[in-house]
Structures are given as C-alpha cells and as structure tokens.
C-alpha cells in the first residue's frame, strides 16, 4: 500500500519542471571567478591554447553531467532525487563508494572555490591587502554559515536549482552592469 510507482509520463517530466534542471545546470559552470588564475598558471599561455583547453574542459563536463542525469533518471524516473545517489539502498557497496567519491570530491575541491569566492569577495568591497588574521576569521564566518545550511536544509536538489537560478541570473545580468 506504500508502495510508490514512478512513471515517466506522470511525475517529474513536466515543462515546468525541466526549469528546475535548467537552474541546476548552471552551476556546472559557475566557474569564471578562477579563470584569470588558470590562464597565469597554464604552461605556455596563450588566448588560443586557454580557449581550447576552456572548450575541451566545458565539454567534457557537459557530457559527464548529460550521461549521469540521463542515467540517473532512466533508473529512478520521477523518483529522482537531488541527489541520485540517496535513491540507492544504504547497503548499497558501490552506492557507499560513490557517497565517499562524493564527499572527498567536495572536500577537496572547496578550497579552489573558496579562495575564488573569498578573492571576489575582498575585491567587490574594496579591501586591499587584508591580513592573514583577517582572512582567516573570514573564512570562519563563511565555513559556519555554510554548516549551518547544511544543518537546516536537506533536499540537495532545491539548493541546487535556487543557488544555479539565483547565480546564474547575477552574474549575468547584475555583475556586468557593476563592472
């Protein structure tokens, strides 16, 4: 009686709802805030060598997103949740390495889009050489407001498409017009 059947053609594929992975998929490339740093660091830099490693790197995570989502939603349909890995079983081995590839992924991976955030940051309200000490309770001040969203919110798929919407609408139409 408690029992769920997903359909493909009854829940989660209506138009509405494809406006929801269209803000989730802009945060696969909110990512120009290091550009600037990857050009400085590129072994023999040069526009057309960062604009084909820019393509080649665009692509390749365009199509690592297309074939996880498709995969994804064929093996869940519209029980899909933000995450697709909290649709498998707990028990679930390859699940449970792939939550651990995940963790370690975002572990690691926060430091680059930190230091970008945290430089923005510093730029767009003016303060020049801050001091370490300075930088570092900065750095307290976003690590806890972060923990604490992760303590209140629990659907990744709704922060997902909120913070893709909000930031994709940003630094498209508020960012240039400040620059």
Not at 139 to 145: E, Q, R, S
Not at 149 to 166: I, K, P, T
Request: hydrophobic share 50%; with cysteine.
């Amino acid at each position: 009686a408690g029992f769920k059947v997903c359909s493909f053609n009854e829940v989660g594929t209506s138009a509405i709802k494809s406006l929801v992975l269209i803000s989730m998929l802009t945060n696969s490339y909110l990512c120009h805030y290091n550009a600037p740093k990857f050009l400085a660091e590129l072994r023999d830099s040069s526009a057309q060598r960062f604009r084909n490693l820019t393509a080649f790197s665009f692509f390749g995570a365009f199509a690592m997103n297309a074939i996880f989502m498709l995969a994804g939603f064929l093996a869940f349909g519209g029980c899909s949740q933000g995450l697709i890995l909290n649709n498998y079983a707990t028990t679930d081995v390859l699940a449970t390495i792939s939550r651990g590839a995940i963790g370690a992924s975002i572990l690691l991976g926060y430091p680059l889009t930190f230091e970008g955030f945290r430089t923005a940051f510093l730029e767009f309200f003016k303060i020049e050489a801050p001091s370490q000490k300075y930088k570092d309770g900065l750095a307290c001040i976003f690590i806890m407001t972060v923990c604490a969203g992760a303590c209140v919110l629990s659907d990744l798929g709704v922060v997902c498409a909120f913070l893709g919407a909000l930031l994709g609408s940003f630094v498209i139409y508020v960012f240039p017009s400040m620059m």
